[in-house]
């Protein structure tokens, strides 16, 4: 049987591809124990030619070429025909930490957890460069069991939905229908807080996994109106998730405080990045009509916010964006 299945999506990154292949084939596993399945989102770059010769090494690479679809659809589909027992999703501009997977993996198989969750560490390119990466192990495997609730109430981050770090009992995922919303950007975070709302048995480690490479995002993912739209699809499908029947009030309290952070942070954004009043409008309108229950209760400032998102909604975006204007100069 297939202990693991690595998902690589490959879209124009063939600065960091081969960098990010080569860190999965350092990780003490046995090529007949996993499965990489590289997804070709029709990149437009010389990504698959940088790793060609990687692919012709090894056995246990299954190829998918489609046309650009998003990182979403990319990783759903993986799912759809992954045989692994466990499911990673790794970053393709990311490094895996020499040998740090193999102990996670067999911990996962061991207890069986439907979400085993890691920690990670940020660097720069010339930091990776800079250092001998094999030596940033310093922990010891040291693990707590808990339930998907405590792990939610403790160790969840809004700001951190990072679906790399996270080695995910395929049969959970299949079984809960947990997918990934198609074609949105911050896909990660309703798949994540759903992930952890369902979750029975997890494992938490400070065991490090990941590189994340830092410093290069901006280029990247500048913002725009599309990209807005997408966070407030995000922002109410984890809205969504507060009419779970069987969610505690602790647990209720905290969902809506994250998605009020997503909120605010959609708010900020939409007033500092976006230049035309007109889509600034179109933003608060967008976001309206995919959550129109959404309101919060915690404090004053959330229920005046939420009393001029429902009723003055135009009013309420304009006048941060004049707050805002404000405090620049």
Not at 51 to 63: G, K, S, V, Y
Not at 158 to 187: A, M, N, S
Not at 243 to 248: A, F, H, P, Q, T
Not at 271 to 286: A, G, L, N, P, T
Request: glycine share 2%; hydrophobic share 35%; with cysteine.
């Amino acid at each position: 049987m297939t202990k693991l299945s690595i998902i690589i999506p490959v879209y124009n990154v063939e600065k960091y591809i081969r960098p990010c292949f080569e860190s999965i084939f350092k990780q003490g596993l046995n090529d007949r124990d996993f499965e990489l399945i590289i997804i070709n989102d029709g990149t437009k770059d010389r990504s698959m030619e940088m790793i060609a010769d990687i692919i012709q090494t090894h056995n246990n690479i299954t190829i998918i070429n489609q046309e650009n679809q998003g990182l979403s659809v990319v990783r759903n589909n993986g799912i759809a025909v992954a045989k692994g027992e466990y499911i990673l999703m790794p970053d393709s501009d990311d490094l895996l930490i020499e040998n740090s997977l193999n102990p996670l993996l067999e911990k996962a198989l061991e207890s069986q957890a439907d979400l085993v969750v890691a920690d990670y560490l940020s660097m720069t390119d010339e930091e990776i460069e800079q250092t001998n990466t094999s030596l940033l192990q310093k922990t010891k495997l040291e693990y707590k069991e808990k339930t998907g609730e405590e792990l939610f109430l403790q160790d969840l981050n809004p700001y951190h939905c990072f679906v790399w770090r996270t080695l995910y009992r395929r049969e959970f995922l299949i079984d809960k229908k947990l997918t990934f919303v198609p074609g949105i950007y911050i896909q990660d975070v309703p798949f994540t807080h759903e992930c952890y709302l369902k979750a029975q048995k997890c494992i938490r480690t400070s065991w490090l996994l990941n590189i994340y490479r830092k410093g290069h995002e901006s280029a990247t993912y500048s913002f725009n109106i599309k990209k807005a739209k997408d966070f407030c699809t995000a922002i109410a499908k984890t809205w969504e998730l507060t009419r779970l029947e069987y969610l505690s009030p602790q647990i209720q309290e905290k969902l809506r405080e994250d998605v009020y952070t997503s909120f605010s942070m959609i708010i900020w954004i939409t007033v500092h990045k976006i230049k035309k009043q007109s889509e600034r409008i179109e933003i608060i309108d967008f976001l309206k009509y995919q959550a129109p229950d959404l309101w919060f209760r915690n404090g004053t400032k959330q229920k005046l916010e939420s009393y001029m998102y429902h009723y003055l909604p135009h009013w309420f975006i304009h006048l941060r964006y004049f707050y805002a204007t404000i405090c620049r100069k």
